[in-house]
Every structure is written in C-alpha cells, then in structure tokens.
C-alpha cells in the first residue's frame, strides 16, 4: 500500500500526519505552499477540487476530510487505538472529531482570513472578535471535557491530535488563552509526544524552504 499526504505549513494536516506517524505507517509527504496559490493548481485540484489539503492518497485514490481520513487510518491500523475500542466510545470520539472540524476549526479561520466572511470597509476586527466569541465558548465545552483527564478518552486517539492543533492554531493568532488550563495543559502534554515533535520539526523545515524559495 502506498500513502502519500499532501501537507501545507499550519493547516490541520498536522493531524494526519500525527496519526499516520502514531500509527507507524509507511508515508510519503507531499509538501503544498497555501500561500503561494499551490491549492489552486490544475494538478492538485485535480487531487480535490475544493482546494484544500489534507488530501490522503491511497494507492492512487484521493481521500480529503480530516474526520474520515482520521477513521481510515484507525481502521487500516488498528493496533494504534486511534479510536476507542468500545463502539459507544469510538462513535464519541468520531462525534468529537466532527465538532472540531464543524464548529471549532470555522471559528478559527477568520482569524486568518476576514475578508471571506465580511467585505464591508473597516470590518476585519468586528469579524475576528465575533468568531473569537464562538470560539472561547468552544474552548470553554472542551476544557470541561479535559477536567481531570491527560487525555478526550482513556488514552490518546485521533480526536487528541485533532484538538491539538485546533488549539495550537488558536495560540497562533496571538489569542489570550490561559484561562483555559486543562486545554493549556492537554496542548503541552500533546507536544512531548515523538509524533507531534516530528510533525512540528518537519513544519520548520518546510516554511524555511519556501521562505527561501519566495
């Protein structure tokens, strides 16, 4: 079986590239640059037309969406646990997944991109601060999740890795965040972990490159 991720610097395929790497898998990584208009390609909207990435190539096939390429993985890898075991738990954590990718992931990308989602004059911080009140909610549902926990189940799943780097992401934009401890201190745990410590030294590697390169 041949794997191939198609990666881009701060974007959420970190998390695939986390679970392929918890999961020992054999994987080549493919690296996009999304600010130089890379996503918009013929080549790699051929891959995925809706111009984003991760795309997961599997023995040819295109696979997108994080939550499914997340259960993709965990099944072709089962020894990894990257989902509980327990089928009402796994369908927990595949539910907590899609809540990163429905609710939490769209009230962080105003931050990077206002202008999507208000062309008025003058109306980029009226944008963020309203996304930032949708996402400080989220964060404060997943703190609670995280009270007394290492980890969203009884031991480190997909779900970890996608939250990481919705967190991450968060810490990107400069927001103010302490007051959300358990996440705070889910995101330190998480960057001791070798899987996320590769992710995280590759991504230095890439953005010096195509600092280079610009």
């Known amino acids: 079986m041949k794997l191939t991720l198609y990666y881009a610097p701060m974007t959420c395929a970190l998390v695939p590239y986390v679970t392929l790497t918890e999961a020992g ?17 013929p080549e790699f909207l051929a891959l995925n037309p809706k111009h984003k ?10 696979l997108t969406e994080n939550v499914a390429i997340q259960i993709w993985i965990a099944r072709q890898f089962p020894r990894a646990s990257l989902l509980p075991k ?17 609710t939490i992931h769209p009230h962080l990308t105003p931050n990077a991109r206002p202008e999507n989602y208000c062309d008025l004059p ?20 997943a703190d609670g999740l995280l009270a007394g926990r290492e980890f969203f189940f ?12 919705c967190f991450r992401r968060a810490l990107s934009f400069k927001l103010e965040l302490s007051a959300f401890r358990n ?6 745990r998480m960057q001791l ?13 890439v ?3 195509f600092a280079r390169a610009a």
Request: with cysteine; charged share 25%.
């Open 25 to 41: 898998a054999d994987f080549e990584v493919r690296n996009v640059n999304s600010r130089t208009g890379q996503l918009k390609t």
């Open 53 to 62: 990435v991760p795309v997961l190539i599997i023995d040819g096939e295109p």
């Open 86 to 102: 327990d089928p009402k738990a796994e369908i927990s954590a595949i539910s907590l997944m899609a809540w990163f990718a429905s």
């Open 122 to 141: 003058d109306s980029t911080e009226s944008v963020k601060r309203v996304a930032n009140k949708m996402l400080f909610e989220d964060l404060l549902i």
């Open 154 to 165: 009884d031991h480190f799943t997909a779900a970890d890795a996608y939250f990481f780097w």
């Open 183 to 188: 996440c705070t201190a889910h995101f330190e």
């Open 193 to 205: 972990r070798p899987s996320v410590q590769k992710v995280l030294a590759h991504e230095k590697q």
């Open 207 to 209: 953005r010096e490159a």
